[in-house]
C-alpha cells in the first residue's frame, strides 16, 4: 500500500482502546519542557497522520505565533493513553480520527465544555450533546464500485444486501480499520447486536476479499481485481491525487446507500479539550482555527473529506453533505468499541 494511505486501526490495539491498556509510543515533546519556549505553547495529542495535519499545525503557528508539541500514533492508542494517563497527562488537546474515540474519552469525564459560539458552529449530529467535542471534518461510508463489473441498476439498495449469494468473492472489506468498526457498531446501535452479528456471519459466508486499508480496496477496484468495496468516500480522492488525476477519471465511482441505510453513516474527526486546558486561550483559538473557513477549505480540497461549517464547498465529486440520506444514529453512541472488536474477531472476517 502506498504511504499516503491513512494508517488503520489493528483490532488488538482497538481492544485496548476501551479496555485502557495501551501505551502510545509516538513522538512530540511533553509540555513540561515548554517554559524554555515561552508560554504560547499547546501540546496536541493527534490521531491524525503527521502527514495530513502538519501543514495545518504550521499555518496555525504562523499565524497565531502557538507553538503546537504534537504528539502522534493512532487514534486508538492516543484515546487508551489518555485514559491511562487521566489527570497527568500532558495534553491540551486530542484531535482523534473517529466520534468513538472521543467518546470514550469524553466518558471519563476528561473533556472540558467547549464554548457554544465554538459547537453551534457545527449541526447537531456532529458534535456531543455535551458540548465536550466537536466534528471537524466528516466523511461517508460508501460502496466503491467497477462500472464493467457491476454495472450502476445492479447496486445493492442496502449494505445488508451484500450477504446475498449473488455478492459471493466480490466484495472487499478491511475489517481491521477504525472505519469498519465504526460502521459495524453503527449497526449495533441502530439494530441490535443480533442484526449485526447476522450481518457479518453473511458477509464471511461470501468469502470476502480482505484487504488491509480503505486504499487498497478503491485501488483493487478501480483496476478491476474486486467488484466493489465498502470504503470511506474520501479515499477515491487520495488514490486519484497519487495517480495524478481526479477522481471523475478513475474507473472506480462511490454508490452511496440511499435511504438512511446504516451503510451510508457519517462519521466525523474531530477534536475535545482536556480539562487541564479548559481555561487555556491558545487551545480555544486551535480549535475555532480548525473550524475556521481556511481550515475547512483545507480539509475538502487536500483530504476531499466534507468540511462541517456552513459555507465551504465539500469534494465536487460527492454530493454536498447536506444532501446525503444519513442512518439515525448518534455518533455520541459509537463508544463501545471493545463489544464490536470483540464481534468481528468472533466472525472470522479476521484470522
Known amino acids: 500500500m502506498p504511504v499516503t494511505h491513512r494508517a488503520t486501526s489493528a483490532l488488538l490495539t482497538a481492544s485496548l482502546l476501551v479496555l485502557g491498556l495501551a501505551a502510545c509510543g509516538s513522538g512530540g515533546d511533553e509540555k513540561a519542557g515548554s517554559d524554555e519556549q515561552g508560554d504560547k505553547q499547546i501540546t496536541v495529542y493527534s490521531g491524525r497522520s503527521e502527514k495530513l495535519v502538519e501543514p495545518l ?31 497527568r497527562s500532558p495534553a491540551d488537546v486530542f484531535f482523534a480520527q473517529d466520534a468513538g474515540a472521543l467518546g470514550t474519552v469524553a466518558k471519563r469525564g476528561m473533556f472540558s465544555t467547549l464554548p457554544e459560539a465554538t459547537t453551534s458552529q ?19 461510508r460508501v460502496l466503491v464500485h467497477n462500472p464493467d463489473l457491476v454495472p450502476t441498476d445492479q447496486l445493492p439498495k442496502s449494505v445488508f444486501d451484500l450477504v446475498d449469494p449473488a455478492w459471493k468473492g466480490k466484495v472487499a472489506l478491511a475489517p481491521t480499520n477504525a472505519s469498519f468498526q465504526a460502521f459495524v457498531t453503527a449497526i449495533r446501535v441502530q439494530h441490535g447486536d443480533a442484526r449485526a452479528e447476522e450481518f457479518l456471519a453473511g458477509l464471511r459466508a461470501n468469502d470476502p476479499q ?3 486499508g480503505n486504499g487498497k480496496i478503491v485501488e483493487d477496484v478501480n483496476s478491476g481485481i474486486v467488484a466493489v468495496g465498502l470504503v470511506n468516500h474520501y479515499y477515491l480522492g487520495e488514490i486519484a491525487k497519487e495517480q495524478g488525476t481526479t477522481p471523475e477519471e478513475l474507473k472506480a465511482k462511490v454508490h452511496f446507500f440511499p435511504g438512511g441505510d446504516t451503510g451510508a453513516l457519517v462519521n466525523v474527526a474531530g477534536v475535545g479539550v482536556l480539562n487541564r486546558a479548559a481555561s487555556d486561550p491558545d487551545v480555544q483559538r486551535f480549535v ?5 473557513a481556511e481550515s475547512q477549505a483545507y480539509f475538502a480540497e487536500q483530504t476531499f473529506e466534507y468540511p462541517v461549517i456552513s459555507g465551504v464547498p465539500g469534494p465536487a465529486y460527492v ?5 446525503l440520506s444519513v442512518p439515525e444514529v448518534d455518533l455520541n453512541d459509537l463508544d463501545t468499541l471493545d463489544a464490536t472488536v470483540t464481534m468481528i474477531k468472533n466472525s472470522g472476517l479476521v484470522p
Open 210 to 212: 480482505i484487504r488491509d
Open 319 to 323: 454530493p454536498p453533505l447536506a444532501d
Open 288 to 292: 475555532d482555527f480548525l473550524l475556521s
Open 122 to 140: 457545527v449541526p447537531q449530529t456532529y458534535r456531543a450533546g455535551t458540548g465536550q467535542w466537536v466534528g471537524v471534518s466528516a466523511r461517508a
Open 57 to 87: 499545525l504550521e499555518k496555525f503557528t504562523a499565524q497565531t505565533g502557538i507553538t503546537v508539541q504534537p504528539r502522534y500514533a493512532s487514534t486508538a492508542q492516543l484515546a487508551a493513553q489518555l485514559v491511562e494517563e487521566g489527570d
